[in-house]
């Protein structure tokens, strides 16, 4: 049994209290809404973010930051993607030299350009900082159905702690060390995810569905493997296992924001409606600052963003990449 710190109340970090508590462990739950803290302490269930997920008594819950990360031997950063950096300048006072933390958020900041394990290392550069992420939504990991997911760190040694500590016969935990490529897919697939959204709200079909899917992850490979991630790791959980669970699910945030704005909504509507952060909208202008840097063509994401922040019509959108310079899909490869 380990003493965890959940640092994050939300749908995901719920959902992981309540496998990881079914797993044995000793879980307390952080958040920084006292309100959220209390209704969690009266209900145990996190009505607004994952009803019907009711967490066990072992769990516990606090608003005291310092109480949540003393003495764990393992922290689970599972709070929204914008608030990583200001949660982790708190937090680093109470981490001791060494410490785990696992994050399990999605993402990447608009204006560095970091991944958010990036954030964590230089806010809390005495900790041991990993990652968590699949195709794994909150709603169905609360409800026991079976998941697999991949944990990626610096040593074998970070990423099989965590691959012991959160496995169950529920729940199938991969370890990688590209820890880098297994982040840019969580994050990037959020943006074409939205893609696939807008298509949907415009009323188009599986082939629209197919191809966005296909693209997508190119692109999300390309920019990659020109940061260093491994090819890999795109053909896995955290690439395409995880894009197409984002794509093809109502559970996921980003789809169905998409789907409003493909509608006629504005994306703050469309934010609005869904009522939690819709990560992809955080991480699509980021997309092209590492496009720029790297020098690499993002041909969906770009247009995603011309839809997000450009008052591009998504109809023109999706016409402007169908009509694209013609193009060889294999690359580096000889014709007969």
Known sequence: MAKIGM???GSWGTALAWLLSNNGHEVTVWSALEDEIAMLKETREQKSKLPGVVLQEAVSFTADLAEAVAEKELLVLAVPSPFTRSTSRRMAPHVRE?????????GIEEGTLMTLSQ??????????????????????????????????????????FIQNIFMSPVFRVYTSPDVMGIELGAALKNVVALAA????????????????ITRGITEIG???????????TFCGLSGIGDL?????????????????????????EA??????????????????????KYQVSLPIIEQVNEVLFGGKAPADAVRD???????????????H
């Open 222 to 232: 390309r920019l990659g493997m020109a940061m260093g991630g491994r090819f890999e």
């Open 98 to 106: 060494g410490q785990i933390i696992v994050n399990v958020a999605k």
């Open 119 to 160: 954030i964590i290392e230089q806010e809390i550069p005495q900790a041991d900082v990993a990652v968590l992420s699949g195709p794994s939504h909150a709603e169905e990991v609360g409800k026991g159905l079976p998941t697999t997911i991949v944990a990626g760190a610096r040593t074998k040694a970070t990423a099989e």
């Open 197 to 212: 959204g807008i298509a949907d709200g415009l009323g188009y079909g599986d082939n629209t569905k197919a191809a966005l």
């Open 321 to 335: 990449l169908m009509l694209r310079d013609k193009k060889i899909e294999i690359t580096d490869t000889e014709w």
């Open 271 to 292: 934010m609005d409606r869904v009522q939690m952060v819709v990560e992809g909208v955080y991480s699509a202008r980021a997309a092209m600052g590492l496009a720029e």
């Open 244 to 268: 197409i669970v984002t794509c093809a699910s109502m559970h996921s945030r980003n789809r169905r924001a998409g789907i409003l704005i493909g509608q006629g909504y504005t994306v703050q």
């Open 7 to 9: 640092i994050g109340a």
